[in-house]
């Protein structure tokens, strides 16, 4: 299976910093990636597919990226909503599978 | 309103089984791939499967293949899963997702999601 390894595990930021979470894929996953929100107790929602394509409805300081087979979700300047945890998906083989999630909290 | 509602989690021993179910309204449920997840308590996601349209198409996780199937009724909207052999590992958070459409884009509507205890 293609193992999701998602950097930093987690990190404490404050309103307004911009913040950056990488996944790295073990294989060549192409654009398979999406990220998703995690709020406490709540489902999963889509943030970002294809690796950069934002998610209708979706804020525009949410964004992705890739470079080979390193992905960032970057939000350019974090609300109080966004504390939560992130979690990328490769989408590319039959065995889909999560990074293990980016817990975003408070400074 | 586009809606997931899962049903069917519960306690249930090691060994044991349970079907669960995930009621779609609000789209066209015939023409998008489906999907199951779940999540560990205090972990995190772990993808168990993707059922397309038609049902042409099954994958599964190599942790639940051959315990967990998967399938959907489209004349009811209905997506299920049927556990067998369930071990204490499983217990966790299940929901189903919706595949955006396209190839390989995501899941972009979940359901609230049906507890699993597995538990003797």
């Known amino acids: 299976d293609i193992q999701m390894t998602q950097s930093p595990s987690s990190l404490s930021a404050s309103v307004g910093d911009r913040v950056t979470i990488t996944c790295r894929a073990s294989?060549?996953?192409?654009?398979?990636l999406s990220w998703y929100q995690q709020i406490p107790g709540k489902a999963p929602k889509l943030l970002i597919y294809?690796?950069?394509s934002l998610e209708s409805g979706v804020p525009s300081r949410f964004s992705g990226s890739a470079s080979g087979t390193d992905f960032t979700l970057t939000i350019s300047s974090l609300q109080p909503e966004d504390f939560a945890t992130y979690y990328c998906?490769?989408?590319?083989?039959?065995?889909?599978?999560f990074g293990q999630g980016t817990k975003v909290e408070i400074k | 309103e586009v809606q997931l509602v899962e049903s069917g989690g519960g306690l249930v021993q090691p060994g044991g089984s349970l079907r669960l179910s995930c009621a779609a309204s609000?789209?066209?449920?015939?023409?998008?791939?489906m999907n199951w997840v779940r999540q560990a308590p205090g972990k995190g996601l772990d993808w168990l499967g993707y059922?397309?349209?038609?049902?042409?198409?099954?994958y599964y996780a190599d942790s639940v293949e051959g315990r967990f199937t998967i399938s959907r009724d489209d004349a009811k909207n209905s997506l299920s899963l049927q556990m067998n052999s369930l071990r204490d590992e499983d217990t966790a958070m299940y929901y189903c997702?919706?595949?955006?459409?396209?190839?390989?884009?995501?899941?972009?509507?979940w359901g609230q999601g049906t507890t699993v205890t597995v538990s003797s």
């Open positions: 294989d060549d996953i192409s654009s398979y």
């Open positions: 998906q490769q989408t590319y083989s039959t065995r889909e599978t």
């Open positions: 059922i397309s349209s038609s049902s042409s198409i099954i």
């Open positions: 997702a919706r595949g955006k459409m396209g190839d390989g884009y995501g899941m972009d509507v």
């Open positions: 294809a690796a950069a």
């Open positions: 609000g789209f066209s449920f015939s023409r998008y791939g």
